[in-house]
């Protein structure tokens, strides 16, 4: 049980690492980065989808007959085209996956700081702070049409803040035994 336990630990230190890291350029500069997400996603989905045909190509050479490679191949790359066409209208749809998410993370993170044993004297500004990143996710998902970047640049403010707290959480958990 302990082993689990510095597992998760271990998780969310680096958990907290990855939200500040994708939070700063988000926070900092939301369109280029979007821009610049939409620009590598549609890029690895165009080269798997190569990738998949040339290897059903290869595969008929061989064999006759294309295998189901190639049907994977051109669905990648259409899905390539839709992401790096339909970008903006793909952006409108984003800050409502990225409220669900941050309202998740908020009430895990509540439930988290409400299920300690002890009361330690941190633990109502981690619960504060849980109750600020669950508005936040609700302002996001209830209004996600107004202002996307704007709500793109406050979800990267979100997220450095789960950073922190995931941060701030493994500090005061790893000298804890479970039993």
């Not at 190639?70 to 990648?76: E, N």
């Not at 899905?79 to 941050?102: D, E, N, Q, T, Y």
């Not at 500004?125 to 704007?150: D, R």
């Not at 709500?151 to 000298?175: A, D, E, H, P, S």
């Amino acid at each position: 049980m302990n082993q689990l336990f510095r597992t998760i630990q271990t998780n969310q230190l680096i958990l907290g690492i990855i939200y500040i890291i994708l939070g700063l350029p988000i926070a900092l500069k939301p369109n280029q980065s979007f821009n610049l997400f939409i620009s590598t996603l549609s890029l690895i989905l165009f080269i798997y989808g190569l990738k998949a045909i040339i290897s059903s190509y290869q595969f008929k050479r061989k064999m006759g007959y294309y295998d189901s490679r190639m049907m994977i191949g051109v669905s990648l790359l259409i899905a390539a085209a839709i992401v790096f066409f339909l970008a903006r209208a793909l952006l409108s749809i984003f800050p409502i996956i990225v409220g669900i998410g941050i309202l998740i993370s908020g009430v895990s993170q509540l439930m988290l700081r409400l299920n300690q044993r002890s009361v330690q004297q941190n633990q109502w500004f981690g619960i504060t702070i849980s109750v600020l990143i669950i508005i936040g996710g609700l302002i996001i998902l209830l209004n996600p049409f107004s202002s996307v970047l704007a709500i793109l640049q406050f979800g990267g403010l979100i997220l450095i803040v789960l950073g922190i707290q995931n941060i701030i959480n493994y500090f005061q958990m790893r000298n804890r035994k479970v039993f």
